[in-house]
């Protein structure tokens, strides 16, 4: 929807949650084909790119318009609180809820504790079993709205809400969607999917929001905060590394801990600052060991981005009882083939029971902060829960973002008064409506467009569904040609190449007629073959239950498309990743996913990631940039024009270039903006960029650093259409070893870090250092009685001792603080001075097998 005029490019802060049950699963398809044809011609407004004008201001704090300065504006970092880039805030209301969690599950029996951590079977896909005065849980796909049940609303699938750019539309879908699981009696939505589409052919890349981390992030932490919105917990998936369907069940996902941090973590900590409650982790493994059992991904879930929720299994992804329990998995879904043995895991001694009380109270908080227990869902699978609103909401999601590509000699939009040949089964026989799998809906019906198409024409539409000749006879008679395709994706499978599956009808047809218009109904990037022989191609994802009305408007120009691409479509399939078959699927490109990977090699696209045309043409001037070094920030201003004779939106995006030697991609996407504007309107435009914005993971210490140097802050209509550039140089957390506390890693257990003996340089934040720390923290204050740290601390004195169960718990077992061994006899845990970087606990048997990671009991 409509753009603000200054944006913000982070979000807000989250929370947690629980449960669910099911059965084990593979995957299913479905969605949608292609077909139809018919007459008409061209017409219509001009096609336009984004780009243009511009010139680049780069002067001082405050300063205005103007060519490129010579003088960089500057931004000193120095002075801001590690927490700043290290710790997500609790979210409202977590202390209250996890008092009265800690409160019930005093009075509970084991028996009750071990009821709540696993699934049942019952009427949903996942389902726990009423636990005292708890009332039975309930959990429902996905992330497209309600699995199964009719009586819903058939929404668009997310990648079309991600090629809208659109935060608040985003936020009101995932509150529509949250209102229909709420009515059918949902305590728990398997959604927001946020794996990114490292791979074009993604078999679930339609269930999420693109291959840009940023994007994907801000869209994610909406959609979390529009569920939830209805006293329904939402459910990020798939943690993490489940970027492909090809051998998803424990395929290994090789990716290295910066790359996890900056490209496919940040959803997850984006919608953990946006108040998540849960987390489903994946059937694959990270980096060699289980998703639902990897001890350092999900400390850094917990402890490094500050998840007070519960982790559920995938369905059936758990694995073992102990390990799994350990590691940090609070609840086995669907059923309990493993955490049914918890009991006598934590008699043995295997698990600690303050491991159960933590899954426990996860669960409960997280239900009792959302106000799913005081008020929880009455409806039932049979009620009726899709209003005209969402109606009217599903047909605006889909038209958001429809994409235009292409649009020779402003053939759209379309002239009424031509004939139309409408052509392609999903042009009518067939019409598109979305993907398959845990994603899927039953919409109660899907709009034909051949049914608008010829209720909105004013002459002759046809419709011709069958051999490429009779789809070329039909568009020969007619004055514009429009060619319907779609193509299926589901989850369980990855697609087998990026085809269109119309190339020879579309070659057929624009041989038959010039003004031959495409519209795909994708999941995702594919190819264009027959791309010179079009006019125009309209990308409309898929569409969902309104299909047709959404497409008419566009084809028509009574709606301007402004939709942008949320992946890269590439001109060859061998440009980015394809599915490995092979069980280890090495991340060599690290950082450089999608576009990121084009612009490093220089290798051009066949569209950009961001592109997209309108009706109407934008101008872009006057980049200024103001740093606030108080608050650790910049902001980049500009003027955005309507140049054009229609009303249109803009999404304006900006990409920042890190400085040499950072080992960052030539331009990651760091802010953007949706902006409504009418035909000669001027908006200022205002992104700010927050320190973390400017940061990169620091694998060394484990903590968000920002280098010192020379950024470059670009604005413009895509990833490739930057017109406006200024300069930024930084005073990096580098440049305060020596004289800032330390970062305290991520995991918020606090660091030794301090003033010491940093140097200059590139050393982060202190981590290392040895020396005074200025703000010390009482650790036995700051630690619950479950063990987990309640404070970002920053630092503490060492040495240092506290009373540990855990020396006599685990007996025999070595423990470490990131990787150091520390002292562990009687009841006494003695941490020496000097460890430094105290980001996590690790307790571990042996170098290999780890009993617990990121939590601690006193
Ligand atoms: C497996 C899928 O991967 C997950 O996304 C879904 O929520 C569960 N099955 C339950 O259907």
Not at 4 to 9: I, Y
Not at 291 to 319: I, R
Not at 650 to 669: K, T
Request: charged fraction near 15%; aromatic fraction near 6%; include cysteine.
């Amino acid at each position: 929807m409509g753009g603000g005029a200054s944006g913000a490019p982070t979000q807000q802060g989250g929370v947690d949650s629980e449960s669910g049950a099911g059965s084990a699963e593979a995957g299913s398809g479905a969605a949608s084909n292609e077909g139809g044809a018919s007459p008409g011609s061209a017409g219509g407004a001009s096609p336009g790119s984004a780009a243009e004008a511009g010139t680049a201001g780069a002067s001082g704090e405050s300063s205005s318009a103007g060519g490129r300065g010579t003088d960089s504006d500057s931004l000193d970092l120095r002075g801001i609180a590690a927490d700043t880039l290290n710790h997500n805030p609790a979210p409202p209301g977590l202390g209250d809820a996890r008092s009265r969690a800690v409160a019930l599950l005093a009075t509970w029996s084991q028996t009750q504790k071990l009821a709540l951590i696993r699934g049942s079977s019952g009427n949903y896909v996942g389902n726990v079993p009423a636990v005292g005065s708890i009332p039975a849980l309930t959990l429902q796909d996905g992330p497209a709205g309600v699995r199964y049940f009719s009586g819903v609303t058939g929404f668009p699938a997310p990648i079309t809400l991600a090629a809208s750019w659109d935060r608040a539309l985003v936020e009101s879908w995932g509150a529509a969607m949250g209102a229909e699981m709420r009515g059918k009696g949902v305590m728990i939505q398997l959604g927001p999917m946020m794996n990114l589409a490292r791979v074009p052919a993604g078999g679930r890349n339609f269930e999420g929001f693109g291959e840009d981390p940023y994007l994907a992030a801000e869209l994610a932490a909406r959609d979390v905060a529009g569920i939830q919105s209805q006293k329904v917990v939402a459910t990020a998936k798939h943690y993490v590394g489940n970027e492909q369907e090809t051998n998803r069940f424990g395929g290994n996902s090789q990716i290295d801990d910066r790359t996890l941090h900056e490209v496919y973590y940040a959803p997850f900590d984006a919608s953990v600052r946006a108040g998540l409650a849960s987390v489903m982790c994946s059937y694959n493994r990270l980096n060699g060991l289980y998703a639902c059992e990897n001890p350092t991904a999900l400390a850094d879930l917990k402890t490094g981005m500050g998840f007070s929720g519960w982790v559920m299994s995938d369905w059936s992804a758990t694995h073992s009882t102990v390990t799994s329990a350990n590691a940090g998995l609070d609840m086995e879904m669907p059923s309990g083939s493993y955490f049914s043995a918890l009991g006598t895991a934590i008699s043995n001694g295997d698990v600690p029971q303050a491991r159960l009380d933590d899954m426990v109270l996860r669960i409960l908080t997280a239900l009792y902060r959302l106000g799913i227990l005081d008020d929880p869902p009455t409806g039932n699978s049979a009620s009726n829960v899709n209003p005209s609103a969402h109606v009217d909401l599903a047909r605006q999601a889909a038209t958001s973002g429809i994409t235009l590509l292409k649009n020779q000699n402003g053939l759209l939009p379309l002239d009424s008064s031509k004939k139309i040949a409408v052509i392609g089964r999903a042009g009518h026989s067939a019409p598109a409506f979305g993907g398959g799998g845990s994603a899927a809906v039953t919409p109660p019906y899907v709009v034909s467009p051949f049914t608008e198409i010829q209720l909105r024409s004013g002459n002759t539409v046809t419709y011709t569904n069958g051999l490429d000749s009779d789809a070329a006879l039909a568009a020969r008679a007619a004055d514009v040609a429009v060619v319907f395709g779609s193509v299926d994706s589901t989850e369980g499978s990855d697609r087998p190449s990026l085809s269109s599956g119309v190339d020879s009808l579309v070659s057929a047809v624009a041989a038959a007629n010039p003004n031959t218009i495409v519209v795909l109904n994708v999941p995702g990037a594919v190819l264009m073959p027959w791309l010179d022989q079009v006019a125009a191609v309209l990308v409309a994802w898929y569409p969902g239950q309104e299909n047709g009305k959404a497409i008419t408007p566009i084809l028509f120009g009574d709606e301007n498309p402004s939709g942008k691409l949320p992946l890269t479509f590439p001109k060859n399939a061998s440009d980015l990743p394809q599915p490995a078959s092979t069980q280890n699927v090495a991340y060599t490109e690290g950082l450089a996913i999608g576009y990121r990977a084009l612009d490093a090699a220089n290798v051009a696209p066949l569209f950009p990631f961001g592109f997209g045309l309108s009706y109407t043409t934008f101008s872009y001037a006057e980049l200024k940039l103001h740093p606030h070094n108080s608050q650790g920030s910049v902001t980049a201003e500009f003027k955005l024009t309507n140049t054009g004779a229609r009303a249109g939106a803009e999404v304006a995006q900006l990409y920042l270039s890190y400085p040499a030697g950072s080992g960052e991609p030539p331009r990651v996407l760091r802010g953007f903006e949706r902006i409504a504007l009418a035909p000669s309107e001027s908006r200022t435009v205002n992104i700010e960029l927050d320190a973390r914005a400017l940061s990169s993971w620091d694998s060394a210490h484990r903590s968000r650093q920002v280098l010192s140097g020379t950024y470059r802050i670009a604005v413009g209509g895509s990833s490739r259409d930057l017109p406006l550039e200024a300069a930024l140089e930084v005073i990096g957390t580098d440049a305060s070893a020596g004289t800032n506390p330390g970062t305290g890693g991520t995991g918020g257990t606090s660091g030794t870090g301090g003033t010491g003996t940093g140097s200059g340089g590139s050393a982060t934040g202190g981590t290392s250092g040895n020396g005074t720390c200025d703000s010390p923290v009482d650790l036995d204050a700051s630690v619950n009685t479950y063990g987990l740290l309640t404070t970002g601390a920053a630092c503490f004195r060492t040495p240092l001792s506290f009373n540990a169960v855990a020396c006599t718990q685990w007996a025999g077992r070595t423990l470490k603080i990131n990787g150091a061994v520390v002292l562990c006899t009687g009841s006494q845990i003695t941490v020496p001075p000097a460890i430094g970087g105290y980001s996590y606990f690790d307790i571990s048997a042996g170098d290999s097998s780890y009993a617990a990671i990121g939590w601690f009991t006193l």
